[in-house]
């Protein structure tokens, strides 16, 4: 059984994202309206995505603009807070994804059940937040030190914001993250929402078979078929969403014409 199969029960699996509004400490969040404003806005994204029948949860601090290499006590806190405030009425498996901390990522999914992190574990990448040069050795040292084994990394490989230190193409990076040791790959466009590029998830698909590869933004209704056709799954946030707007709250029936067409395009794409 795949990686994927095993996490979500199908092959190709529609992850959604769970947008928690600002957190405690970045300039965005909302003092007054506080930590319930965060859990009723996730409470709501919640009840619209299972009723559209997507497979997985991914939870994420995407407000928390300007972003950070590492994040805070109080964003771990926070994020750990709202999980375990709605983890009773999900139905699904989730991951966590606090940008751009690996660590505190896996520290809340270990905290809280979950069953993956998206984060950047390889490579040198310099970017608008600085240079971003994780310690892999040092992050997998951590997963097993804290009992995280079980949770699944999936390693974006091409971040947003960012581009790569060097020369080496997507498919000499998907082959050495995986021979490193990642779960899965995931591929970005350049910004939130903006489009992952078809090729190079082509060429990461191409250069590792075995492993998992997932679109990781910007994948659309009109657009699914065509991702599907090459990555083994893909994370969905923005076009979910009214209006098609990251900070929005998710349109139900944007989430169910979504998951309409995915349904008609994964029975007709091999697995």
């Known amino acids: 059984m795949s990686l994927l199969h095993r996490l979500f029960g199908v092959d190709k699996p529609i992850i959604a994202m769970l947008h928690l509004p600002a957190m405690p400490g970045r300039p965005r969040h909302d003092r007054a309206a506080g930590m319930g404003h965060l859990v009723d806005t996730v409470s709501r994204d919640i009840d619209a995505l299972q009723h559209a029948g997507v ?3 991914l939870f994420c601090n995407e407000a928390d603009l300007p972003y950070r290499i590492g994040v805070g006590p109080e964003a771990v806190a926070g994020m750990a807070a709202v999980i375990g405030q709605v983890r009773s009425t999900l139905t699904l498996p989730f991951g966590v994804n606090l ?3 690996p660590l505190a990522s896996l520290a809340v999914a270990r905290a809280t059940g979950a069953a993956f992190v998206r984060e950047v574990f390889t490579g040198v990448f310099e ?3 600085g240079l ?3 310690d892999f050795g040092a992050i997998a040292a951590y997963r ?3 009992g995280a084994e079980s949770v699944a990394l999936f390693s974006n490989i091409t971040p ?3 581009s790569t230190i060097g020369t080496r193409s997507v498919a000499e990076r998907a082959h050495s993250a995986t021979y490193l ?3 899965a790959i995931l591929i970005s466009g350049q910004l939130t929402g903006t489009s992952t590029s078809v090729r190079e998830l082509l060429e990461a698909k191409t250069a590792v078979p075995e492993m998992p590869v997932l679109a990781n933004t910007g994948v659309r209704e009109d657009t699914i078929d065509e991702i599907l056709a090459i990555a083994d799954g893909v994370l969905v946030g923005t076009s979910l969403k009214r209006d098609g707007v990251t900070w929005n709250s998710v349109d139900p029936e944007r989430a169910d014409r979504f998951m309409a067409v995915v349904q008609r ?3 007709a794409v091999p697995v």
């Open 55 to 57: 497979d997985g949860f």
């Open 99 to 101: 940008v751009w901390d």
């Open 127 to 129: 970017s608008d937040l």
């Open 132 to 134: 971003m040069h994780p």
């Open 144 to 146: 097993q030190q804290i």
């Open 160 to 162: 947003e914001f960012a």
């Open 181 to 183: 040791g990642v779960d």
């Open 265 to 267: 395009v994964r029975g």
